[in-house]
């Protein structure tokens, strides 16, 4: 699922991906398990407001690599 990620027009990190959804068409959106809840929590509750399909992923490390970045990322959301 993570491969997905690599060649899909993006936004990373959680505050982006809440603004994204308000704005813009969204198919889904990566959330690692592994990070703080009050930090995932209202991405959850965005994308459950929305009707956005949720991937969760083990960790942040893993999906930031996915997204091709040296850095940890909480919550990628994947354009249309």
């Given at each position: 699922?993570?491969?997905?990620?690599?060649?899909?027009?993006?936004?990373?990190?959680?505050?982006?991906?809440?603004?994204?959804?308000?704005?813009?068409?969204?198919r889904?959106v990566?959330?690692?398990?592994?990070?703080?809840a009050?930090?995932?929590?209202?991405?959850?509750d965005?994308?459950?407001?929305?009707?956005?399909?949720?991937?969760?992923?083990?960790?942040?490390?893993?999906?930031?690599?996915?997204?091709?970045m040296?850095?940890k990322?909480?919550?990628?959301?994947?354009?249309?």
């Amino acid at each position: 699922m993570l491969s997905e990620l690599q060649g899909a027009k993006k936004v990373v990190g959680a505050k982006q991906v809440i603004k994204t959804l308000r704005e813009f068409d969204v198919r889904c959106v990566y959330i690692a398990t592994d990070a703080d809840a009050f930090v995932t929590r209202p991405v959850f509750d965005a994308c459950r407001a929305r009707n956005v399909r949720i991937i969760e992923t083990p960790s942040m490390q893993e999906l930031g690599e996915a997204c091709g970045m040296r850095v940890k990322a909480t919550a990628v959301a994947v354009l249309k």
